[in-house]
């Protein structure tokens, strides 16, 4: 089958999916619940992609990631809600999602990409441990000048009456405070994973990932040979910080979610998350940060899901003093570092669950070269350090490495 045709028959395949799970996801999972905990795994898998692209491919430790998601959830909601009121408010329809949609995550991915842009010029100069402090910072200088602002005081500036109107710390609830609009379903969600895998693959496979992963292993050597490395490192920060701001939208308008978008949702613990998604699975795998947004995510949940059970609860009950919560997080931690001590570069490392079906040498198939008998430098004319022979002397030996053939070696016996 030619690959174009190959590449639209997927394509309807894939929107066939998605448009069968806008329709079906609530037959598929019947439970509110899980049905939050799927479209919800689906947000972090794009927060993980975007964030591999700093962390994995080029290699920098950037630990402010939720800040680049809240961005993008405030800046989604706000879009999403005034919109929705333009177009007669009520429920949410999913013909309207086609006009609220696409202008809310443009949105919410340009104006973190220029966050992402103001953060990453002056700080991607830096490496390590201060660049993960400088957007940790960042992260924690958005959620708390959004936590503190003060609503509906008389004195405020355009900058205080901006900040007041996100709700401060109860959370920004729309324009007319009923709740942002649910307009991120199955099929905005699932789509946008699509479409983020193929971006992440591509960039990775590109000859600017090969860049970024040239500039991840010895900055001074790919310098050497013409990649510039303060364009390329901040590229990538804008990509990363754009793509948590879609995500940041999507999960600002997820359906069965929090219609409000709250500071405390993007705290440094996300940040961790996001992480640990990306180094669990493998930094720099298209393939393990989706695994790894996943397992995170199923995993926190099927842990406060152990609560419920009767051996857990009559634990409680013998135990007053044993905090489940805690528990919780500590069966998280070791969950973890057994992984960490087992694989501790990743469930895949840097490899990915469906290697490249091409190569450049399949597509140019060469055959087997002709064998060449290897000549000594009296048969040539010249030695191997190209000056002429001497007369009487013994044939030039081959360089170190050489392996001579049987012509070689049967010319050199009829020589000597």
């Not at 929107?15 to 919800?40: H, N, S």
């Not at 969600?189 to 693959?201: E, K, M, Q």
């Amino acid at each position: 089958m030619p690959r174009p045709l190959q590449r639209i028959l997927t394509a309807l395949l894939l929107l066939g999916v998605v448009v069968a799970l806008e329709f079906g996801f609530e037959t598929l999972l019947p439970d509110a619940a899980w049905r939050q905990l799927a479209l919800f795994a689906m947000v972090n898998v794009i927060a993980a992609l975007s964030l591999n692209v700093i962390n994995g491919m080029a290699g920098q430790f950037s630990i402010g990631h939720a800040g680049f998601v809240g961005i993008g959830a405030y800046t989604g909601a706000v879009v999403a809600g005034n919109l929705h009121q333009h177009l007669g408010g009520g429920d949410p329809l999913f013909g309207n999602s086609f006009v609220v949609m696409p202008a809310a995550l443009l949105a919410s991915g340009l104006v973190a990409a220029l966050f992402g842009l103001v953060v990453g010029l002056p700080s991607l100069r830096l490496r390590g441990d201060y660049l993960a402090i400088v957007t940790l910072g960042f992260a924690e200088i958005f959620r708390l000048t959004i936590a503190t602002a003060t609503t509906g005081g008389p004195d405020q500036g355009a900058i205080g009456r901006l900040l007041g109107a996100l709700g401060g710390p109860i959370g920004y609830a729309g324009p007319d405070d009923t709740g942002v609009p649910q307009y991120a379903g199955p099929f905005w969600i699932f789509g946008a994973v699509v479409l983020a895998t193929i971006v992440a693959w591509r960039l990775k496979f590109s000859g600017w990932g090969r860049a970024l992963r040239a500039l991840r292993e010895d900055e001074i050597a790919s310098g050497a040979v013409g990649v510039d490395p303060t364009r390329y490192k901040v590229t990538s920060f804008v990509i990363s910080a754009a793509g948590g701001g879609i995500a940041g939208a999507l999960l600002s308008s997820m359906r069965d979610g929090n219609p409000t978008v709250q500071p405390d949702q993007f705290t440094f613990n996300y940040s961790f998350d996001a992480i640990t998604m990306v180094i669990l699975g493998g930094s720099g795998s298209v393939s393990g940060a989706i695994l790894g947004g996943v397992f995170v995510t199923f995993t926190v949940k099927l842990i406060e899901q152990l609560q419920g059970l009767d051996s857990v609860l009559a634990l409680k009950a013998a135990y007053p003093a044993l905090d489940l919560n805690a528990l919780r997080m500590v069966i998280y931690a070791a969950i973890l570092i057994g992984l960490m001590v087992l694989r501790p570069e990743g469930l895949f490392g840097e490899r990915e669950l469906f290697g490249r079906r091409w190569s450049r040498r399949r597509r140019f198939p060469v055959g087997p070269a002709e064998p060449v008998p290897a000549t000594t430098g009296v048969e040539a004319g010249v030695g191997h350090d190209g000056a002429p022979p001497i007369p009487g002397a013994p044939p030039d030996e081959p360089p170190p490495g050489i392996t001579v053939g049987r012509e070689g070696k049967a010319a050199r016996r009829e020589l000597e």
